[in-house]
């Protein structure tokens, strides 16, 4: 089935030690979009400037993502400038533009009506709520946020909690929402404010998907997928969104909605993120094949896989 | 097959969030010895001082480790005083007295003379090599450094490295060690110094072992055991030596030396380092059975294992 994202589309300039590329195509949306694109059909809500040419949106219409909610409106594109130090965990930001982006309002075209499956990227919590409420027929509601909205919108937030059913977030930003500087039981804070998962993405050591009691089956264990250790890291933006991307997209892909549905979906989150650092911006997200993904899935799978 | 293990016994200070203990029986040899204990004879070799007293010796008596190469010598025994702050990750040193570990020179008793496994806990790397060059049944060297002799000993480390058959370290010491920032090559260059084998220890997220190319078996992929998020971590103190005790006993209790044995000793590892975290210092490694060690392992392979 069809999964619509709701997030940001942007121009970014980004440094690492690899090199340096300006103005590219980048934001949340973007990068989920495409990661997602391998798996089921996407449908993006965004907005953009009058910089933002059909080139640029046919990055994501050659994968066959629907474009038709991307907003064009007067103004410039949401522009955002970092760079990462050695450890490339970390992008220190140099620039931030919101430029169109500060005034986003969500305008769901009235073909999307019948999502079954969101994803809210991070963006304003209230505008999160807002989406979902409008969209009814939603089976699964995927969410992302981050320590800015965590310290200074929580009451919004927490409404925004309560009808996102899995909560993407790294490990600090669990800690913080959850207000716990030990992660499981900072998970279990998090699982009360409503959601039924939380998934902590933990970077280059893969991520974890916490359960409220019963949710998804029997029992409460959490399942940990690990990531590949990769030997070039070019550029690490857009890992989480793509990881999200992989993870929202399977679990769109399979008719059932149950435990083993989400483990694999954890593996495949990884699988698309570690390819998106392969290389700069969203290119190695562009010209994959189904073939690759499932052959590294499978490298991912036997890297922790006891006989 | 029983293992050796040479390194330090010492009594510890420790403050961290749950609490504070003092002069507690710790070192690099009785976590080691105590987690090994749990699956097959552990011969000590290290040095103690006057304030060393038998009832001291009897917590590693008490797991039917042999003593006898604990030398008793004139002074105080090592003593060590830390805190850990929030996160649990890295001790500040307080205090660091050397006393009688200052002086120590190995020796290895005659009835240790059939030692099949060894493993060399972090101690000066020319005293490791003298120890693995006396030994001349071993199958199997286990072996650990750290930063200090990595910066200050390059060349005595090198000429230790060429005798360790499986180095265990943690992500820094292998960046630092292969002088690479980047983890799976810092990780070959590393390999390329001598060890078949290196398991790099990820803290929380567990460890993942890197192989040379076609050592113990086919290939070179790596492997990776996750660790238990656990709700709460005492005291970290010793949870590496306590990971390479559960991952060098394994070994040394199987017949086989292949890569199977190799990634569930791995698992094993991550086992004892989550028992060792439970409670402070030794306390949680005196008191264990097999059965909850092989309950635990079974907790850890679910937690990665797809159907």
Redo the contacts between chains.
């Keep these: 089935m069809s999964i619509l994202v709701v997030g940001s589309v942007a121009f970014d300039t980004i440094a690492t030690?690899s090199g340096r590329v300006e103005n590219i195509v980048g934001g949340a949306a973007t990068y989920f979009s495409l990661a997602a694109s391998y798996f089921t059909s996407v449908r993006v809500v965004a907005v953009v400037g009058e910089d933002f040419t059909a080139e640029h949106e046919k990055i994501m219409q050659n994968r066959g993502i629907d474009t038709r909610g991307i907003e064009h409106t007067k103004g410039k594109t949401f522009r955002w400038g970092g760079q990462y130090l050695?450890?490339?965990n970390e992008a220190k930001t140099e620039f931030t533009e919101l430029n169109v982006f500060e005034r986003f309002q969500p305008h769901i075209p009235r073909d999307f009506e019948d999502t079954r499956f969101l994803f809210l990227a991070n963006i304003q919590p209230t505008l999160q709520a807002a989406v979902r409420l409008e969209l009814n027929q939603v089976r699964l509601t995927g969410g992302d946020t981050m320590n800015f909205w965590i310290q200074n919108t929580p009451k919004e937030l927490a409404e925004t909690l309560k009808l996102v059913n899995v909560l993407l977030i790294n490990d600090s930003e669990t800690k913080m929402l959850g207000g716990d500087?030990?992660?499981?039981?900072a998970?279990r804070k998090v699982l009360a404010m409503g959601p039924q998962a939380l998934v902590v993405k933990?970077g280059?050591?893969?991520a974890?998907i916490?359960f409220r009691e019963g949710a998804f089956g029997i029992g409460s264990?959490?399942?940990?997928?690990?990531a590949l250790?990769?030997?070039?890291?070019k550029d690490p933006t857009g890992a989480g969104d793509s990881f999200a991307g992989g993870f929202m997209g399977y679990i769109a892909s399979q008719g059932e909605l149950n435990r083993?549905v989400l483990?694999?979906a954890l593996?495949y989150g990884g699988v698309m993120g570690s390819f998106a650092v392969e290389r700069f911006g969203t290119e190695r997200l562009q010209d994959l094949t189904r073939d690759e993904i499932d052959a590294r899935f499978q490298?991912f799978?036997?890297?922790?896989?006891?006989?």
Tied chains: 1, 2.
Excluded: Q, S
């Design positions: 030690p050695d450890n490339l500087k030990n992660l499981p039981r998970a933990h280059e050591y893969g974890t916490f264990h959490p399942f940990r997928a690990p250790p990769i030997d070039e890291v083993e483990k694999r593996f490298v799978r036997e890297l922790t896989h006891l006989e």
